[in-house]
T-cell receptor
Framework: AQTVTQSQPEMSVQEAETVTLSCTYDTSENNYYLFWYKQPPSRQMILVIR??????QNATENRFSVNFQKAAKSFSLKISDSQLGDTAMYFCAFMKLQSAGNTPLVFGKGTRLSVIA | DVKVTQSSRYLVKRTGEKVFLECVQD?????MFWYRQDPGLGLRLIYFSYDVKMKEKGDIPEGYSVSREKKERFSLILESASTNQTSMYLC???????????FGDGTRLSIL
């Protein structure tokens, strides 16, 4: 079974600064996806970024980027130029790829990020 | 944009009641999921479905059942609600296995 570990229950960052959220995972699979989801206070969970394990290049989405280290099974999220609207719970998630059938997401326990003005 | 709609944002029920949580998606997605979210535990999968009338148990199915009679609707049923089922319930859907999941707003359920 796969597990996802987020070792930082809470973090804070000053507005306009950069912050990195950690995520490690455990799997024996070679083909999989990794995701970061964001859940603002009292609002809907939304996808921030996705990484395919077969791609060596790190995914980026505007101010959000990942550092994917496949051998180390590490998948950290970097948020640059932090904004107040980035305040949220952030979840790291793993999804195994297989040729047929459904493979649900496995989530970490989350990191609560507070951006301070 | 994909829309996943959960019927209630807040719900209060009593122990022993049968509770229905409804979820509807409007994008013809194959897969639908029910999670519960508790502080410090993250999201845990209760049940999921990859086709009409198909269902699979997740990590914590005990005390729950599901129904998927139509592709767009996935219902979570608490057969006899108990206080330890007080939680935030999140529904999600995805087009195919490799596509990201889209989430509803969640239902905060309190069992008294």
């Amino acid at each position: 079974a796969q597990t996802v570990t987020q070792s930082q229950p809470e973090m804070s960052v000053q507005e306009a600064e950069t912050v990195t959220l950690s995520c490690t995972y455990d799997t024996s699979e070679n083909n999989y996806y990794l995701f970061w989801y964001k859940q603002p206070p009292s609002r809907q969970m939304i996808l921030v970024i996705r990484q395919e394990a077969y791609k060596q290049q790190n995914a980026t989405e505007n101010r959000f980027s990942v550092n994917f280290q496949k051998a180390a099974k590490s998948f950290s999220l970097k948020i640059s130029d932090s904004q107040l609207g980035d305040t949220a719970m952030y979840f790291c998630a793993f999804m195994k790829l297989q040729s047929a059938g459904n493979t649900p997401l496995v989530f970490g326990k989350g990191t609560r990020l507070s951006v301070i003005a | 944009d994909v829309k996943v709609t959960q019927s209630s944002r807040y719900l209060v029920k009593r122990t022993g009641e049968k509770v229905f949580l409804e979820c509807v998606q409007d994008m013809d997605h194959e897969n639908m999921f029910w999670y519960r979210q508790d502080p410090g535990l993250g999201l845990r999968l209760i049940y999921f479905s990859y086709d009409v009338k198909m269902k699979e148990k997740g990590d914590i199915p005990e005390g729950y059942s599901v129904s998927r009679e139509k592709k767009e609707r996935f219902s979570l049923i608490l057969e006899s609600a108990s206080t330890n089922q007080t939680s935030m319930y999140l529904c999600a859907s995805s087009l195919t296995d490799s596509q990201p999941q889209h989430f509803g707003d969640g239902t905060r359920l309190s069992i008294l």
